[in-house]
């Protein structure tokens, strides 16, 4: 006998949660705003907003289901199951967030502030949730490329937009680089770290890099098996050089990198706290995911 779907609705901690926990009360909130010239109100509204957003999905949720609430920063240590349908209640980046969490699960994106959020990922609304869910399972989906970072002692990491190699905080990270079936090239390198992107990430961080270097390769599309990397302010040395700083990576491509300083790290979408931990002489292998995100249309 088969489970009935668990609906596991993903959320985050609202401003306006974070500015009472921290402060106290409401009124030592709206003070610590207004003596920075902000008003409370606003925050307050979005906070409503999101609430009510939940309400109404969670009462959408068919009766037969089970169901639960997992948030953000409690993203690492939830266990999804096979049977899960996926709904993410905020923004376009907490998709990204929950997206290197599952296997194939499918995903709703709830917008809650529609016209503040981009709406790429989050493409419905609240009210759409009564007939979107009981159809998730022979919905149309889109297969979304994920990026993949692999270590020699088997760490993995995955993200939907774009991962991170290099140092933590601000100092250089040192490497050596170079791309499989290259012919064995690799060079060494001295810089701000490498950032390997996918097409969905090709509305945020990649598109700031694209754009800044004039790059001669055409952005990929949200379901297009080819990745782009760019090596972040390369420092050209007698030791280090900066002759590969940029490229395409196909599906079956890889880029590699050899750890050269003391420690270096790799994450994605902007998760850093769940962050490959990698040290002297370390490589790591990045690529095309073998996994996409399933994301309801």
Do not use: C
């Not at 601000?170 to 950032?195: F, I, K, N, P």
């Not at 850093?272 to 996409?292: F, K, Y």
Request: cysteine-free.
């Amino acid at each position: 006998m088969s489970l009935a779907p668990r609906v596991v609705l993903v959320h985050r901690t609202t401003e306006y949660e974070e500015l009472v926990a921290h402060h106290g009360t409401h009124g030592q909130a709206a003070f610590f705003l207004s003596s920075r010239g902000r008003d409370i109100a606003e925050v307050a509204e979005r906070h409503r907003r999101t609430r009510r957003a939940l309400a109404e999905v969670t009462a959408a949720i068919p009766l037969t289901w089970r169901q639960t609430m997992v948030e953000r920063v409690d993203l690492y240590r939830f266990l999804f199951a096979p049977e899960d349908v996926v709904v993410v209640v905020g923004q376009d980046g907490l998709v990204a967030n929950v997206a290197k969490y599952l296997a194939g699960q499918p995903v709703v994106g709830i917008d809650t502030d529609p016209g503040r959020n981009p709406g790429v990922l989050v493409r419905h609304r609240p009210a759409d949730a009564a007939a979107l869910l009981p159809a998730v399972r022979t919905s149309a989906v889109d297969e979304l490329t994920m990026v993949e970072a692999v270590a020699d002692d088997t760490q993995r990491i995955v993200a939907l937009n774009e991962i991170y190699l290099g140092a933590a905080g601000h100092q250089t990270a040192r490497y050596r680089l170079g791309l499989e079936g290259d012919g064995g090239v690799v060079e060494a390198q001295a810089s701000s770290g490498v950032l390997v992107g996918t097409g969905t990430g090709a509305t945020g961080w990649i598109r700031s890099v694209w754009q800044e270097r004039g790059a001669a390769q055409s952005l990929p599309r949200p379901t297009d098996d080819r990745l782009l990397w760019f090596v972040r302010e390369a420092w050209p040395s007698p030791a280090t050089g900066t002759s590969l700083v940029a490229g395409e990576l196909a599906a079956s491509a890889r880029l590699t990198l050899t750890v050269e300083s003391e420690r270096l790290i790799a994450f994605g979408d902007g998760m850093e706290g769940d962050a490959l931990q990698l040290t002297w002489g370390q490589s790591v292998r990045v690529g095309v995911a073998g996994t996409s995100l399933r994301l309801v249309g």
